[in-house]
């Protein structure tokens, strides 16, 4: 692969389970970043991370944890799904904490909480 | 607070020219980016603009004035596989992407 790679590419989920939205790039990013996009608003950021081991909150983190072991892995997790959460998820990275050249998305997630 | 303003929609004719603007006003600037993204697919990097003026790429061109906080992007010589929503998007000092909503480009022949 070359780039980014989501799993899984939708899913239909119970409110109140719990859910890990797995990111995967090779490019050797520094910075990976999570967003969601929901019709008629700007994409959002969750949670971002600026290299291994570190993480950070981003606009809207209530309900998503994630975590950085390594380069390469950014899994988001919702602990509890609820419907709100319904949405499509975007997992991005770029080669430094400016972004000067641009994020690479991966082609996302549609969840959908019932 | 911060905003992006973009128009929501526009409709263009295949071959003609579309110029998509965009206002900000965010905590610093540290850059203004522009995406494309076809319906159902993942955003796409067009262009970065961090100093005044026009940067041109192909039949995409991006501009910026950071005093008035405003930006465009041109489309010349439009195909119909333009059609799609442009992004706007501007760093600010915490070096973090305020994202617009998004224009629909609608292209018809």
């Known amino acids: 692969i070359a780039g980014i790679t989501q799993a899984p590419t939708s899913q239909i989920l119970a409110a109140g389970r719990r859910m890990t939205l797995r990111c995967t790039q090779d490019m050797r990013h520094n910075a990976m970043y999570w967003y969601r996009q929901d019709l008629g608003l700007g994409l959002r950021l969750i949670h971002y991370s600026n290299t291994a081991g570190t993480t950070g909150k981003g606009e809207v983190p209530d309900g998503y944890s994630v975590s950085r072991a390594n380069t390469d892995d950014f899994p988001l997790t919702l602990a509890s799904a609820v419907p709100s959460q319904t949405s499509v998820y975007f997992c991005?990275?770029?080669?430094?904490?400016?972004?000067?050249?641009?994020?690479?998305f991966g082609s996302g997630t549609r969840l959908t909480v019932v | 607070g911060q905003n992006i303003d973009q128009p929501t929609e526009m409709t263009a004719t295949e071959g003609a020219i579309v110029q998509i603007n965009c206002t900000y006003q965010?905590?610093?600037?540290?850059?203004l980016f522009w995406y494309q993204q076809h319906a159902g697919e993942a955003p796409t990097f067009l262009s970065y603009n961090v100093l005044d003026g026009l940067e041109e790429k192909g039949r995409f061109s991006s501009f910026l004035s950071r005093s008035k906080g405003y930006s465009y992007l041109l489309l010349k010589e439009l195909q119909m596989k333009d059609s799609a929503s442009y992004l706007c998007a501007v760093m600010d000092s915490n070096y973090q992407l305020i994202w617009g909503a998004g224009t629909k480009l609608i292209i018809k022949p």
């Open positions: 965010t905590s610093g600037f540290n850059g």
């Open positions: 991005a990275s770029s080669d430094s904490e400016t972004g000067q050249q641009g994020y690479t």
